[in-house]
């Protein structure tokens, strides 16, 4: 991780950072697929690279209004990821390894704040905005309708919405004594079909 933080006031702080993440390698170690097309022995690492650019602002709207806002944008870029892989070998046997067959390019921004009202509301709230898409994959028909390796690069990434929306409002209360607090809390949640 690398990161450059600047507080330009004593209430907004902007960001840049980059970080790299990995999942090791390892062996496929199926037993008759030298025949297998793109069996590979030893599979590589996968690795991402990321970038992020942001803001963390706190704010004061009123002596009883007060809240925070972050906002990043971001971008990942997926090299060498693993896939599962199966084929049928030539002696008729079905072979399941792993390989490195795509990489992907990931963006997007988000936003995220809260408000707190006098003393006993906090309202906050999410949005993020994401773009998935792969910019190289070559693989097995999943339908098996062709014998050879294909191009797959234009499959949607699982479980990546593009949209996704949450706002929760809260009210909160001292009972009096040593009774504890009183919390009511309504939060709305919608996203994309993936």
Excluded: C, M
Excluded at 58 to 83: C, E, H, K, M
Aim: aromatic letters at 12%; zero cysteines.
């Amino acid at each position: 991780t690398f990161s450059l933080d600047w507080k330009a006031t004593d209430d907004l702080l902007i960001y840049a950072t980059t970080r790299k993440g990995y999942k090791p390698g390892g062996i496929n170690s199926a037993v008759g697929a030298s025949t297998v097309p793109g069996y590979v022995p030893v599979y590589s690492p996968e690795s991402v690279v990321d970038y992020e650019i942001g803001a963390k602002w706190d704010f004061q709207l009123s002596d009883n209004a007060r809240g925070r806002l972050n906002v990043a944008a971001f971008r990942d870029d997926y090299t060498d990821i693993q896939r599962g892989a199966s084929a049928i070998n030539a002696a008729g046997n079905f072979i399941a390894f792993t390989n490195n067959v795509a990489e992907a390019r990931i963006q997007g921004f988000e936003a995220e704040g809260f408000l707190l009202l006098g003393d006993h509301w906090t309202v906050s709230g999410a949005y993020s905005h994401l773009k998935s898409e792969y910019t190289k994959w070559i693989g097995a028909d999943p339908l098996g309708a062709a014998t050879g390796n294909i191009d797959l690069s234009n499959n949607p990434f699982a479980n990546a919405q593009e949209n996704k929306v949450s706002v929760n409002v809260q009210y909160h209360r001292e009972l009096s004594g040593d009774r504890g607090e009183v919390i009511a809390s309504l939060t709305v949640f919608t996203q994309d079909r993936s």
